[in-house]
């Protein structure tokens, strides 16, 4: 299994980023995805989340109505869109498999930075 982000970078506040996961080594659409991130000297926080066939997605209160999940099955690819991006968006977003609600492979992560 190999996970590998992409998309990451510096954006003013109020900007948007499209970060993307490319996955192999799995049958992509049996599985749920989640985006899952990590503040400079924080803890991990769960993003979002979207099933395999990508009808039922699932977002933290503090990125709701600006974050939009998405996943593309014919390419085996994830997708994050972010918009209106807050200082606070500020971390490394990895793209996680999901196991019966474990997570159980991980992306290496990609980098946001948000700064005026």
């Known amino acids: 299994v190999q996970l590998v982000e992409s998309g990451g970078g510096s954006v003013t506040p109020g900007g948007s980023l499209i970060l993307s996961c490319q996955a192999s080594g799995f049958t992509f659409e049996n599985y749920a995805l989640n985006w899952v991130r990590q503040a400079p000297g924080k803890g991990l926080e769960w993003v979002s989340s979207?099933?395999?066939?990508?009808?039922?997605?699932h977002y933290a209160d503090s990125v709701k109505d600006r974050f939009t999940i998405a996943r593309d099955n014919t390419k085996n690819t994830l997708f994050l869109q972010l918009a209106t991006l807050k200082t606070e968006d500020t971390a490394t977003y990895y793209c996680?498999?999901?196991?019966?609600?474990?997570?159980?492979?991980w992306g290496q992560g990609t980098r946001v930075t948000v700064s005026s």
């Open positions: 996680t498999k999901d196991n019966n609600d474990e997570y159980d492979y």
């Open positions: 979207i099933n395999g066939g990508g009808e039922d997605t």
